[in-house]
């Protein structure tokens, strides 16, 4: 059995190896030298005193039409400044200036948020999930809350932690009519008397 094994793996290797390779590598490097790479004018610095037709400062964007790429040039692969468009394409138009667009920073956990004093959470969208992982910090594993404009205010049922959401995105859908609406199943906290809250 073992003799059929490595005759076999014997005679496939032997006929992989005769095969006559139709390109080698070391030619893939000499055909690569003998291309001459020029810089392209649309990929000058914007340092350079040139507009680049691919950065568009922050400050000049108005709408999402402004938030359209030039495309790549036929024949060439596209980069992701080249094909990307809309939040990602301000994402990345802004990590290339310095502005961080989203503010991916932590939330503060150097307090414990209580409801005079919340922990301010800022969403662009309807609904913001955020993990409480307890004050002193790590002092329960991570636990997750949901926050929504109805109900704007989370706290960690652990260590009571109180997170807010601030929405700053835009005042309205215009995709929204109405009949996709997320119901809010009902918590012990909807049967608690007003003045108890």
């Given amino acids: 059995m073992l003799a059929r094994r490595s005759a076999l793996t014997l005679s496939r290797r032997i006929a992989i190896s005769n095969l006559p390779a139709s390109r080698g590598f070391l030619n893939f490097f000499s055909r690569k030298k ?11 610095a914007p340092f350079s005193g040139q507009k680049s037709r691919l950065l568009t ?6 709408s999402l039409d402004d938030l359209l790429p030039p495309g790549a040039e036929p024949g060439t692969v596209p980069t992701d400044l080249e094909q ?9 138009l802004g990590k290339m200036q310095g502005v961080d667009i989203f503010d991916m920073s932590p939330l503060d956990s150097s307090r414990k948020g209580t409801l005079d004093n919340p ?14 992982t307890g004050y ?12 929504s404009r109805e109900r704007p205010i989370g706290r960690c049922p ?33 049967y608690v008397r007003p003045e108890y809250r």
């Avoid at 959401?165 to 929204?176: A, K, N, Q, V």
């Fill in 136 to 147: 002193p910090v790590d002092s329960h594993v991570v636990i997750w809350l949901t926050m």
């Fill in 57 to 62: 400062p922050l400050e000049e964007i108005k």
């Fill in 158 to 190: 652990e260590c009571g932690n109180v997170l807010k959401m601030e929405y700053i995105g835009p005042p309205d859908d215009p995709h929204d009519d109405g009949h996709h609406k997320y119901v809010e199943p009902k918590t012990f906290a909807d």
């Fill in 84 to 92: 990307s468009t809309g939040l990602e394409r301000l994402e990345i």
């Fill in 119 to 132: 922990i301010m959470v800022k969403s662009f969208g309807d609904e913001q999930y955020a993990g409480c």
């Fill in 34 to 44: 003998e291309q001459t790479t020029e810089p392209k004018e649309t990929e000058a």
